[in-house]
């Protein structure tokens, strides 16, 4: 199975938004509402921000939010701060029974 | 509050099997979810190795399916990993964590990670 596209990284101003694109297929981002993203800072594991698309976990900062359109999948942070800034994957489940990750974006607050 | 804690060597020679254990606190396994293993070689992306369900049913990356093993022992708690045949490709930090099971999908929470280096 090929990890899901990411771009490798995006950045943005403090109160900015930014959208983080994750691109899979019909197999699995298009074809099932499960996906879901991480946030992960060094030397950290990875938190879950957005699961299933658009849910967000309690404890999580509505600034967060998630969506999708055919085959791609999206996380977009509003208001941006400092300590957005870390590593984004999404994951989604597959038509195989199987999960995939995508490759990661690094998000740098500028 | 649920947490894992992964466990096992931190050096394995190439060609050897990688054994790890992640114990479960604060929720039975046996009442239910998936509970993954999942990998980032230093410097790298994530990358899902496999699952297993309470009951013990098993889902594999396929590319790395020839070569692992994941179960569950429900009396203990925790799940176990093992890898076979590794080579320094295999040189990771690894990660357990707890999975939503039928009708969502998510991996939350996760244990701290172990790395494990693969050495010749």
């Known amino acids: 199975q090929s990890a899901l596209t990411q771009p490798a990284s995006v950045s943005g101003s403090p109160g900015q938004s930014i959208t983080i694109s994750c691109t899979g297929t019909?197999?699995?981002?298009?074809?099932?509402?499960?996906v879901s993203w991480y946030q992960q800072h060094p030397g950290k594991a990875p938190k879950l921000m957005i699961y299933?698309?658009?849910n967000r976990p309690s404890g999580v900062s509505n600034r967060f939010s998630g969506s999708k359109s055919g085959n791609t999948a999206s996380l977009t942070i509003s208001g941006l701060q400092a300590e957005d800034e870390a590593d984004y994957y999404c994951?989604?489940?597959?038509?195989?029974?199987?999960?995939?990750f995508g490759g990661g974006t690094k998000l740098t607050v500028l | 509050q649920v947490q894992l804690q992964e466990s096992g060597p931190g050096l394995v020679k190439s060609s050897e099997t990688l054994s790890l254990t992640c114990v479960v606190s604060?929720?039975?396994?046996?009442?239910?979810?998936?509970w993954g293993w999942i990998r980032q070689p230093p410097g790298k992306g994530l990358e899902w190795i496999g699952s297993?369900?309470?009951?013990?049913?098993?889902y594999y990356n396929p590319s790395l399916k020839s070569r692992v093993t994941i179960s569950v022992d429900t009396s203990r708690n925790q799940l176990s990993l093992k890898l076979s045949s590794v080579t320094a490709a295999d040189t990771a930090v690894y990660y357990c964590?707890?999975?939503?099971?039928?009708?969502?999908?998510?991996?939350?929470?996760w244990g701290q990670g172990t790395l494990v280096t693969v050495s010749s």
């Open positions: 299933d698309v658009t």
């Open positions: 019909s197999s699995d981002v298009g074809g099932y509402n499960y």
């Open positions: 994951s989604s489940y597959t038509s195989s029974t199987t999960w995939v």
């Open positions: 604060g929720y039975s396994i046996s009442s239910g979810y998936y």
């Open positions: 964590a707890r999975q939503g099971t039928t009708g969502t999908s998510w991996f939350d929470p």
């Open positions: 297993v369900f309470h009951s013990g049913n098993t």
